[in-house]
């Protein structure tokens, strides 16, 4: 049974910092693109960043050099880290994995950039 567990959402400050963690399981085939996605209220869900099985990344123009996306290939897991924080990247962030011609989502985790 495929699962993504997603953690590391929260509440923090402008200029703060969080990591985004996914970690997928359940799949006896080779993950290929993993990524991170976030639809913010009232907006369509849009690419945050994604990272091949080659290292390769690809990031939006709104977090490039803040964010940082990474993989673990032996362990399945992706990660997120999200430095200098703004208010517009509040968002439900999503856990997106490849694997062959069939994509998976997670849940979702809430980040939330306030004071």
């Known amino acids: 049974q495929v699962q993504l567990v997603e953690s590391g959402g929260g509440l923090v400050q402008p200029g703060g910092s969080l990591r985004l963690s996914c970690a997928f399981s359940g799949s006896t085939i080779s993950v290929g693109t993993m990524g991170w996605y976030r639809q913010a209220p009232g907006n369509e869900r849009e690419l945050v960043a994604s990272i091949n099985i080659g290292g390769r990344t690809v990031y939006a123009d709104s977090v490039k050099g803040r964010f940082t996306i990474s993989r673990d290939n032996a362990k399945n897991t992706v990660l997120l880290q999200m430095n200098s924080l703004k208010s517009e990247d509040t968002a439900v962030y999503y856990c997106?994995?490849?694997?062959?011609?069939?994509?998976?989502w997670g849940k979702g985790t809430l980040v939330t950039v306030s004071s």
């Open positions: 997106n994995v490849r694997v062959s011609l069939i994509t998976y």
